[in-house]
């Protein structure tokens, strides 16, 4: 193969890789702090692409951006408080239902609120037609800002559970909740953090993708599944892994393309998890050990 | 006691069955009303179909009804939302015809929910106007089966035209994996020897893909000097988008699905110089007078523009014609039999409407020929007649 046309397919994997690392890496955060898998993930990322554009219309970009990320941490933060709050007592399972339940609502209502139209952000850096070249390859300058904000979500995520106190209040929850909440530390209020942050890195996960793949209002049921795929398949609560796992599926989903066509990339990226589940269950990085002491 | 309880649910019974009859009563003082189904993918990934097809769809039948219906019966028109899924278009079709009882359906907007319910309609005898434009629906006919939009094969025909004038030969043939896109490949496969045109790469994808950089990389591999994407969901956008992101040159032609500005708006700079063939209704206003069409034409677009603060688009003249053409043929035919519909569409002639002049037959259920389409091309956000280079 020519190598500006490895190149290519290189970038192609890293857009699609970088935007499942995003909707895992916030798989991951609501898990750790409940021990559940929230299906309303991908509808997070849908919510930020559909506010920003609309705000785009009113607002320069950038605060167009900010303000959808914060509203839709807001809606993250108000799900929990108002409706996983009440079923948590019912169990894990419970919780997760009620997640799906959520998502559909919220895809609803987008649908009320946007209509079924499609939307763009305007691109951040140039057009739709701009380009640039890098080693034979060419693509849209988006590309920076899609690799570049993940890269900085990671590095920002791992610098706050580390040295932050709400961080490590959120990892002591997630570890043992009876403890830290010994400990003085208010496992509600965590967990209602946990879900606004998700929400924002969702909402910027869908910002920085819009211009590239437009956005309308069922665009989160697909990405919550390829999130979630990517989790599991790096192992769940690992965000290191999430990104590692990401860019996996994301090169195997391009690189592919090359045999299958485009139409059976899925089946592709399914097997290959499949198979690493059969041979390790708890995920490429996953911990068996850790993944016992979670309820689900 | 045992009594008491049962008088009770006999009395909770009857209380109920009155309701239910009441509800379904004909309101006091008219005649019974025609009922018309409509299965149209209102949400989901035909949107950008099935909504201008509703709204248009209730345009007209209010249209209707406002200038005294049809025989003079009013028009009752339920709309089922299929959200484009076979597996519903099923469901609603079974629940019109057993159910609700209608005379005639319309739609619906995707080529494979139509597929799904052809033999369904056919066996049930009921009259169906599909929306939806695989030639797979009417060829081979079914009695009852009947499309508006016009053939795929004629589409791959005058693309390949096209492509003959401007001195291209080999080309890229890309496709939603949807029965749009497989029955518009097939197409374009079946006719490229006819006119002398290479098919270097045909490739199939999800129909709602976000990027398809990848994919083009592959049709550029291939050397060829011209792509063509057959799809109706908003990836035809994508698809122009990402050819100018990866700086390729060729010509991108895309089937008549491309007819909405709205992917013209989602493309933006990246649309400019797309070439596609559709009806006329986009580029109504650019028609000279003597067009039969025109006046239709434009009528059309200025009152959905005035209802919905949006362009219209040809799929909702898919509707459109529809509607019009049942209206037609119910009222040659004096009856709602569907027997006698059929007979009368199969014998309308020269009807103008928006995506061509209908003459149906017996051996033809669509009606339109290949007079019936132009090129367009986009120019500075906008469709104009493509005249070549």
Redesign the interface.
Request: hydrophobic share 45%.
């Given at each position: 193969m020519q190598s500006s046309l490895f190149v290519q397919y290189l970038v192609s994997g890293l857009i699609y890789g970088s935007i499942y690392a995003a909707v895992a890496i916030g798989f991951n955060i609501i898990y750790n702090a409940t021990g559940i898998i929230n299906f309303a993930q991908g509808e997070f990322a849908m919510l930020g692409g559909m506010i920003s554009s609309t705000l785009a219309g009113i607002l320069p970009l950038a605060l167009a951006v900010l303000a959808a990320v914060a509203l839709t941490a807001l809606v993250g933060a108000a799900l929990e408080r108002v409706f996983l709050r009440k079923v948590a007592r019912g169990g894990v399972l419970k919780m997760v239902i009620t997640t799906i339940g959520l998502s559909i609502v919220i895809r609803e209502a987008a649908l009320l609120v946007w209509g079924e139209g499609v939307r763009t952000l305007p691109f951040f850096t140039g057009n739709e037609v701009s380009s640039v070249s890098f080693l034979g390859a060419n693509f849209s300058p988006q590309v920076f800002w899609v690799v570049g904000i993940t890269a900085l979500v990671v590095a920002g995520l791992t610098a706050f559970f580390r040295f932050t106190l709400i961080g490590k209040a959120m990892r002591g929850c997630s570890a043992n909740r009876d403890g830290a909440s010994l400990c003085g530390i208010d496992p509600g209020r965590t967990v209602t953090i946990a879900f606004g942050l998700s929400a924002a890195i969702g909402a910027v996960a869908g910002c920085i993708v819009a211009p590239l793949t437009q956005t309308h209002y069922a665009i989160g049921t697909g990405l919550a599944i390829k999130g979630f795929t990517v989790a599991a398949f790096g192992g769940l609560g690992n965000s290191v892994a999430a990104v590692v796992a990401g860019l996996f599926l994301g090169m195997l989903e391009s690189f592919s393309i090359i045999v299958v066509p485009e139409a059976y990339k899925d089946v592709v990226t399914i097997c290959v998890l499949l198979a690493v589940l059969f041979v390790k269950p708890s995920g490429l990085f996953g911990s068996r050990a850790v993944g016992a002491l979670k309820d689900y | 006691m045992r009594i008491g309880r049962i008088a009770k649910a006999a009395a909770f019974c009857a209380l109920a069955l009155s309701c239910l009859s009441s509800a379904f009563a004909a309101p006091a003082g008219t005649a019974d009303p025609i009922k018309i189904g409509a299965i149209f993918g209102?949400?989901?990934?035909a949107?950008?179909l099935g909504?201008p097809e509703d709204k248009t769809a209730r345009m007209v039948v209010d249209d209707i009804n406002k200038s005294g219906g049809i025989l003079g019966r009013q028009v009752q028109l339920i709309v089922k939302d299929s959200g484009a899924s076979a597996e519903k278009a099923i469901s609603f079709a079974k629940q019109l015809i057993e159910e609700d009882n209608v005379v005639a359906i319309i739609g619906p907007t995707t080529s494979g929910e139509s597929m799904a319910i052809k033999d369904i309609c056919q066996k049930a005898g009921m009259p169906l106007l599909s929306c939806a434009s695989a030639e797979t629906i009417t060829n081979p006919v079914a009695k009852y089966v009947f499309k508006v939009p016009p053939k795929d094969n004629y589409i791959a025909e005058w693309l390949y035209q096209t492509m003959n004038k401007m001195g291209i030969s080999k080309i890229g043939v890309i496709a939603a994996?949807t029965g749009f896109g497989n029955g518009g490949k097939a197409q374009l496969e079946k006719y490229a020897s006819k006119y002398g045109i290479t098919i270097a790469i045909s490739?199939?994808?999800?129909a709602?893909?976000?990027?398809?950089?990848?994919?083009l990389?592959?049709v550029n591999?291939a050397g060829v000097q011209a792509v063509v994407n057959w799809s109706i969901e908003?990836a035809q956008?994508?698809v122009a988008?990402n050819m100018?992101?990866?700086?390729m040159t060729q010509q991108l032609f895309q089937s008549h699905g491309f007819a909405n500005i709205?992917y013209v708006e989602?493309?933006?700079?990246?649309a400019e110089g797309i070439i596609f063939p559709c009806a006329r209704l986009i580029i109504a206003d650019q028609l000279s007078d003597s067009n039969p069409q025109k006046k239709l034409l434009m009528k059309y677009n200025s009152d959905y523009k005035a209802m919905f603060k949006e362009d219209a688009s040809t799929f909702g003249g898919h509707a459109f014609d529809a509607l019009n053409i049942l209206k037609a043929a119910i009222e040659s035919a004096k009856s709602t039999d569907a027997d006698k519909i059929v007979a009368a569409i199969e014998g309308i002639k020269n009807f103008s409407g928006t995506g061509g002049v209908f003459s149906f037959s017996g051996d033809d259920h669509n009606g339109l020929q290949m007079d019936g389409i132009v090129m367009v091309t986009v120019k500075k956000g906008k469709f104009v007649p493509y005249t070549g280079k």
């Open positions: - | 209102v949400t989901g990934p949107a950008y909504a994996n490739e199939v994808y999800d709602a893909a976000t990027d398809l950089t990848a994919l990389t592959k591999a908003p956008a994508i988008k100018r992101q990866l700086k709205k989602a493309a933006g700079e990246a």
